[in-house]
């Protein structure tokens, strides 16, 4: 089992709609989670991190994490042709900061 | 905020060169690291950097070394480039303690190419 899975897409919505990008990760005593955007031949850019059980918004993201399954999910609201990236769920295993595991990425695609 | 600076965008070198990718911060981050991204591979971890002068080995460190001399730079240096080292080169920077959630901030990246 690889330690931290997403689904490689290509996930397609049509404008507007709410994108639902999942991940999830082996070790339970992971500290913190975070989702970065990668435009195609750029480098990854931080989206949001939570850390608590529950649901964290900022803006049109949302990052939901439950770490009884292990799962950490993020949501994008009113999704726009902009948000076409990969997405990367990163997992940080310790207190030190290195110990980060990304995931191979979900593709987005928003359709006009 | 936080900047990661990679000294190049585009490299192109040859084979058996000895390369260096530099990789400056300006956040005072204790942690430092070196990826490379292939497609289909993901982020690949070849080295991190937590102290000056300290270093641990990441996933794949087998062709490369690094320096840490100063806190604000890592260097990355493929000691004898081969076309299989063709690819995305990312450095990353972090704190090591005392922030709760110590997210790895990102370079622009250097595309590198071994002919």
């Known amino acids: 089992q690889k330690e931290v899975e997403q689904n490689s897409g290509p996930l397609s919505v049509p404008e507007g709609a709410i994108a639902s990008l999942n991940c999830t990760y082996s070790?339970?005593?992971?500290?913190?989670f975070f989702w970065y955007r990668q435009y195609s031949g750029k480098s990854p850019e931080l989206i949001m991190f939570?850390?608590?059980?529950g649901d964290k918004e900022d803006g049109r993201f949302t990052a939901q994490l439950n770490k009884a399954s292990q799962y950490v999910s993020l949501l994008i609201r009113d999704s726009q042709p902009s948000d076409s990236a990969t997405y990367l769920c990163?997992?940080?295993?310790?207190?030190?900061?290195?110990?980060?595991?990304f995931g191979p990425g979900t593709r987005l695609s928003v359709l006009p | 905020d936080v900047k990661v600076t990679q000294s190049s965008r585009y490299l192109v070198k040859r084979t058996g060169e000895k390369v260096f990718l530099e990789c400056v911060q300006d956040?005072?981050?204790?942690?430092m690291f070196w990826y490379r991204q292939d497609p289909g591979l993901g982020l690949r971890l070849i080295y991190f950097?937590?102290?000056?002068?300290?270093?641990e080995k990441g996933d794949i460190p087998e062709g490369y070394s690094v320096s840490r001399e100063k806190k604000e730079r890592f260097s990355l240096i493929l000691e004898s480039a081969s076309t299989n080292q063709t690819s995305m080169y990312l450095c990353?920077?972090?704190?090591?303690?005392?922030?709760?959630?110590?997210?790895?901030?990102f370079g622009d990246g250097t595309r590198l190419s071994i002919l």
């Open positions: 990353a920077s972090s704190f090591k303690l005392g922030t709760d959630n110590q997210p790895q901030h």
């Open positions: 070790d339970r005593g992971s500290q913190s």
């Open positions: 939570i850390y608590s059980n």
């Open positions: 990163a997992v940080n295993k310790d207190n030190y900061g290195q110990n980060f595991v």
């Open positions: 956040m005072d981050h204790e942690n």
């Open positions: 950097s937590y102290d000056v002068k300290m270093k």
